[in-house]
C-alpha cells in the first residue's frame, strides 16, 4: 500500500543471480476501491469497481487471510477517503450528493431540487467549494446550491446511482455558467465550508477565492433573504406548544415522499385549538422571539419528563448569563455556560433544545438589559463552537445565522458571522469529542477567545499559535506551512503534529487532521504538565527548497535539525546517480566535523 494505490506483490526467485525480487502482479487506485468489508474476524476483502457489467464480467475482488485485517481495513477506507479529498471530489464516495432538505429559487443561476433528489457534481466548477457552495446537476438543469443541504452519498451507494443511469445522461458541465449580478445585492461576508475538505496538490486555493469572492457575497445575501426556511416553520412542525394546541404533525417526518411543506401549511391556517380560537402567524411567530419569563417546559417535544426538566433548566442557564435572570447563590456565569455544555454533551438528544432556546432568546430580544442580547449571540457562538445539530433543524439554523450574519444593517451580524464559522467547522470536524476545561471556559466567558499554543520544531525553534476552541490539527499545520513558505497544499500533506508527554518521549503519537488542539491539551495536562507539540515532517515526496536560503532560512534550519540524526546514525546510504563531487564530499566532511564539535566531544573527528 502507498499513497498511489494498492498492489499485489510477488516473491519470485531468479534462479540466474540466486537471488530473491519482488514483483508488481497487479496495481489498483484507491479511487477504484468501491468498499471494503471484514467476511470473517481474520478476512478481509477488498471490492473494486467493476469496469464492465456484463454477464460476461469476472469478479476482481481480493481476499486475504490475516490477524491484520480490521488494521488494514481502516488503513485503506482512510486513504480512499484522502485520495478522494486530493483529487477535489472524483472518487466514487464524492461524485454525488443526497438532498437533505428542499431548496427552491427562482434564481436561474442557483440549482432547485427536493429533498431525497441525487446531484451529480460538475468535479471541474467547484470553485464554490470553499465558500460553502457546489455546482452541479439534476438531469438536464445545472446551478450552484448550497453545500448544507446535502450529504455525500458512501461508494457503493455512488457506484449503483452510476450504474444506473444512461451513458447520456453523464454528459459534461457547460464551459461557461453566470452568477448573480452582486452589484444589486446586499453584501455579506464569505467564510470556509464544512462540508469538504477541498485539497488541491500542488495549488494554492486562495487565487480560486478571491475569484469566487465577490459572487459568493452576493449569492448569500441573495439566499439569506429568500423567506425559505424560516425558525417559524420549524417551530410550526416542531415546538411542543404547536404540537400539543393543534395536533400539528410534520409532513417530511410523517412522509419521507413528501415534496413541499406548501400544501400541509395551507390546511394549518384552517386549524382550531380545543376552544375554538383560530391558528394564527402572529402566535407561531411569538414561539420564536424572545422571552423574558423562564418556560415551564421544553420548546421541543420530548416523551421522556426528565428531558423535559434538563431543558427547563439549560434555559435557566441561558437566561443567567443573559443577565435576564438572577445567579443562584455563589454562583458564576461560568457555571452557567458549563452546565449548558455538559447537557449538550451528555444527551445530544437535546442539543436542538438548546439551539432553538439561544434562537428564541436572540430573536426580537426586549429585555431591560442591555447587554443580553449581546451576551445571547455569544453564548451562541460557545455552544456552536462545540456540538453540532441534527439533519432535520441543520438547515434552518444555518438559514438563521446566514439571515443575520449577511445583511450589515444587523447590530451582531459580525458575532453572527463568528456562530456562522464555528457551526461549519463544528459539522465538518465533528465537534469537540471531550466537555472543555473550567479554565478554557472561563476564558471564552471573559471574551478572550484564543490562547497562545507553542509548537516546538527540529532544532529547537519555537514557533506560538493564536489557538481557539473550534481550532484544529490541520488549521495548525497549514499556518506553520504558511510561515515556513510552503504554498503547495500537497506537500503540506508532508507534515504532521506529535503529541510528546515529555521530553524523553522520542517519538510521540502522531495526531489526526480532525483532533481539535484544546482536545488533545485537556488530556495531556491530566497526566503531564511538561507536555511538547511537535511539527516536523512525515512523508518524503516533495523535492526539498533549497535555492534561496536567504529568504527560506526557518525552513532550511528546520530540515536540516531533522535529518542531522539520520545522517549520524549512518541511515541516509541513498547517492545520486554517478555520486557525489568532490566539492560536495568537502562540504559533507565539514559539516560532520562541525557537528562532532558542537556536541563538545574531545576525541578529533575520523574526517
Not at 390546511?267 to 419569563?293: H, N, P, Y
Not at 499554543?453 to 493564536?466: A, D, F, V, W
Request: with cysteine.
Amino acid at each position: 500500500m502507498s499513497h498511489s494505490g494498492l498492489r499485489l506483490v510477488r516473491l519470485e526467485k531468479d534462479s540466474s543471480e540466486d537471488q530473491e525480487n519482488l514483483t508488481v502482479g497487479e496495481h489498483r487506485r484507491f479511487e477504484e476501491v468501491l468498499e471494503t468489508n471484514i467476511i470473517r474476524p481474520s478476512t478481509l476483502e477488498i471490492v473494486f469497481v467493476q469496469p464492465n457489467t456484463g454477464p460476461s464480467s469476472k469478479k476482481n475482488n481480493w481476499v486475504f487471510h490475516t490477524h491484520k485485517a480490521v488494521q488494514i481495513k481502516a488503513l485503506i477506507d482512510q486513504m480512499s477517503a484522502e485520495a478522494d479529498q486530493i483529487s477535489g471530489g472524483g472518487g466514487m464516495g464524492g461524485e454525488f450528493v443526497r438532498a437533505v432538505a428542499d431548496y427552491r429559487t427562482k434564481d436561474p443561476t442557483l440549482l432547485s431540487f427536493r429533498r431525497d433528489d441525487i446531484i451529480k457534481l460538475a468535479m471541474r466548477n467547484q470553485s464554490y467549494l470553499d465558500k460553502g457552495w457546489l455546482y452541479g446537476n439534476i438531469g438536464e438543469r445545472w446551478g450552484i446550491f448550497p453545500c448544507e443541504y446535502v450529504v455525500a452519498l458512501s461508494r457503493q451507494e455512488a457506484y449503483q446511482v452510476k450504474s444506473k443511469l444512461p451513458q447520456s445522461s453523464t454528459g459534461q458541465a457547460p464551459k461557461t455558467f453566470t452568477v448573480p449580478d452582486t452589484k444589486k445585492m446586499t453584501n455579506g461576508s464569505g467564510d470556509i465550508s464544512y462540508a469538504s475538505r477541498e485539497r488541491h496538490p500542488g495549488t494554492n486555493s486562495s487565487s480560486s477565492s478571491q475569484r469566487s469572492d465577490s459572487s459568493e457575497r452576493g449569492i448569500a445575501a441573495t439566499r439569506a433573504n429568500d423567506g425559505r426556511l424560516s425558525m417559524v416553520e420549524f417551530a410550526m412542525f416542531n415546538f411542543r406548544q404547536s404540537i400539543e394546541k393543534y395536533g400539528v404533525v410534520n409532513p417530511i417526518r410523517r412522509d419521507s415522499n413528501a415534496s413541499s411543506m406548501q400544501g400541509s401549511i395551507k390546511q394549518i391556517e384552517k386549524l382550531k385549538d380545543a376552544t375554538g380560537k383560530e391558528w394564527t402567524w402572529k402566535e407561531q411567530a411569538e414561539m420564536v422571539k424572545f422571552s423574558r419569563s423562564p418556560i415551564q417546559h421544553s420548546l421541543l417535544k420530548f416523551d421522556n419528563a426528565d428531558l423535559d426538566k434538563v431543558a427547563v433548566e439549560a434555559f435557566l442557564s441561558l437566561m443567567r448569563f443573559m443577565t435576564d435572570y438572577p445567579m443562584s447563590k455563589n454562583q458564576n456565569e461560568v457555571e452557567s455556560v458549563y452546565m449548558v455544555l455538559m447537557v449538550c454533551h451528555k444527551y445530544p438528544m437535546l442539543r436542538d433544545e438548546v439551539y432553538c432556546q439561544i434562537i428564541k432568546q436572540t430573536t426580537n430580544n426586549k429585555s431591560a438589559k442591555p447587554e443580553s442580547c449581546q451576551r445571547g449571540w455569544r453564548f451562541f457562538s460557545i455552544v456552536a463552537a462545540y456540538f453540532d445539530c441534527t439533519e432535520v433543524l441543520r438547515p434552518y439554523i444555518f438559514k438563521y445565522l446566514e439571515t443575520a450574519a449577511y445583511d450589515k444593517r444587523r447590530p451582531y451580524h459580525g458575532t453572527a458571522l463568528v456562530c456562522l464559522q464555528n457551526l461549519r467547522k463544528t459539522f465538518k470536524y465533528g465537534g469537540r469529542k471531550n466537555v472543555p476545561s473550567v479554565d478554557e471556559i472561563a476564558a471564552i466567558t471573559a471574551g478572550r477567545s484564543s490562547k497562545r499554543q507553542i509548537y516546538l520544531l527540529p532544532g529547537g525553534m519555537e514557533k506560538i499559535i493564536n489557538t481557539k476552541s473550534s481550532t484544529v490539527v490541520e488549521d495548525v499545520i497549514l499556518e506553520l506551512c504558511n510561515q515556513l513558505r510552503i504554498d503547495s497544499m500537497s506537500e503540506a500533506d508532508e507534515y504532521s503534529v506529535y503529541a510528546m508527554r515529555d521530553k524523553e518521549d522520542m517519538y510521540g503519537v502522531p495526531l489526526q487532521y480532525e483532533d481539535y488542539v484544546l482536545d488533545i491539551t485537556t488530556e495531556l495536562l491530566k497526566s503531564s504538565d511538561n507536555f511538547l507539540l511537535l511539527f516536523r515532517r512525515s512523508v518524503w515526496y516533495s523535492p526539498l527548497r533549497l535555492s534561496d536560503p536567504s529568504s527560506n532560512a526557518a525552513y532550511i534550519e528546520m530540515i536540516f535539525h531533522q535529518v542531522v540524526p539520520d545522517y549520524l546514525d549512518g541511515l541516509l546510504l541513498v547517492l545520486p546517480a554517478g555520486g557525489l563531487v568532490d566539492e560536495e564530499v568537502r562540504e559533507v566532511g565539514k559539516i560532520a566535523a562541525l557537528l562532532h564539535r558542537s556536541t563538545d566531544k574531545q576525541q578529533p573527528p575520523d574526517v
